[in-house]
């Protein structure tokens, strides 16, 4: 029988760590005080290629930027 003692609070919330992790940073960062916020927001930007991949080979890639806008 399993036991849901040993599971992680944000398991238990049903988020997944990765949601946890993300709020958790959102929450530090909003609790910095300037100029350490503002540099700390800078770096929240995300950016990556995305390439898909046909035939063995791939498409061209496309550019993406993931930001948290509040």
Known sequence: MASNAAVPFWR???M????YS???ANLVRNCLKEPY???ALT???VHFA???WAD???EKPTIRS???DE
């Open 12 to 14: 238990a919330a049903g």
């Open 16 to 19: 997944t760590y990765i949601t």
């Open 22 to 24: 993300n709020i958790c």
């Open 37 to 39: 916020k503002t540099e």
């Open 43 to 45: 770096r929240e930007k």
């Open 50 to 52: 995305i390439s898909k």
């Open 56 to 58: 063995g080979k791939p």
């Open 66 to 68: 993931d930001t948290t």
